[in-house]
């Protein structure tokens, strides 16, 4: 197209520069229907050229809306994924926070729960143990009384033989 209007704009400068010299002036003759049939084919041209030029522009312009509206959808769906992304990763940071908590919660609570009852069965065994010592004692006292005053040892049970039980105590 370009050389299409650059050979009309020669022709017409070579039927100016060609046409004859008005005598005494700067003016020329030109033939009015030759000069009107180069001026119609560059008006040709350059109409083609411009239709050409404006569907090209037109569609330039819908390539870049197009591709505008593309990148926006892109940048709209990554938005998107970098929510779901720092989400998930709060999620998880938050559910792995509180998950610490309840172990440590959980590990206290045993550890106390722990004390607690080695507290309650030392005291247990303690009071068994007194409970016990008193029952060893009253049955140390009650065969003294019955063995007329003699103390028997730990594991002294040489008289056992000797007591005599009523009979509805025997077996």
Same mark, same amino acid.
């Given at each position: 197209?370009?050389?299409?209007?650059?050979?009309?704009?020669?022709?017409? =400068?070579?039927?100016?520069?060609?046409?004859?010299?008005?005598?005494?002036?700067?003016?020329?003759?030109?033939?009015? *229907?030759?000069?009107?049939?180069?001026?119609?084919?560059?008006?040709?041209?350059?109409?083609?050229?411009? /239709?050409?030029?404006?569907?090209?522009?037109?569609?330039?312009?819908?390539?870049?809306?197009?591709? *505008?509206?593309?990148?926006?959808?892109?940048? !709209?769906?990554?938005?998107?994924?970098?929510?779901?992304?720092?989400?998930?990763?709060?999620?998880? !940071?938050?559910?792995?926070? =509180?998950?610490?908590?309840? /172990?440590?919660?959980?590990?206290?609570?045993?550890?106390? $729960?722990?004390?607690?009852?080695?507290?309650?069965?030392?005291?247990?065994?303690?009071?068994?143990?007194?409970?016990?010592?008193?029952?060893?004692?009253?049955?140390? !006292?009650?065969?003294?009384?019955?063995?007329?005053?003699? *103390?028997?040892?730990?594991?002294?049970?040489?008289?056992?033989?000797?007591?005599? $039980?009523?009979?509805?105590?025997?077996?």
């Amino acid at each position: 197209m370009r050389d299409d209007i650059d050979a009309r704009l020669r022709d017409l =400068r070579a039927a100016v520069e060609d046409a004859r010299s008005v005598p005494m002036s700067a003016s020329v003759m030109i033939n009015r *229907s030759e000069f009107l049939d180069l001026i119609g084919a560059l008006e040709a041209a350059l109409e083609h050229t411009l /239709t050409d030029a404006t569907e090209v522009v037109g569609g330039r312009e819908a390539v870049l809306a197009e591709a *505008s509206s593309q990148a926006e959808e892109i940048v !709209r769906a990554a938005e998107m994924e970098r929510e779901v992304l720092v989400s998930e990763t709060d999620v998880f !940071r938050l559910a792995e926070a =509180r998950a610490a908590e309840i /172990t440590e919660t959980a590990q206290k609570a045993a550890e106390e $729960l722990q004390a607690e009852t080695e507290q309650y069965v030392e005291e247990k065994l303690a009071n068994f143990e007194l409970t016990l010592e008193r029952t060893l004692d009253l049955v140390r !006292r009650g065969r003294a009384r019955l063995s007329g005053g003699h *103390s028997h040892a730990l594991g002294d049970d040489s008289d056992v033989d000797a007591i005599h $039980l009523p009979d509805h105590l025997e077996r």
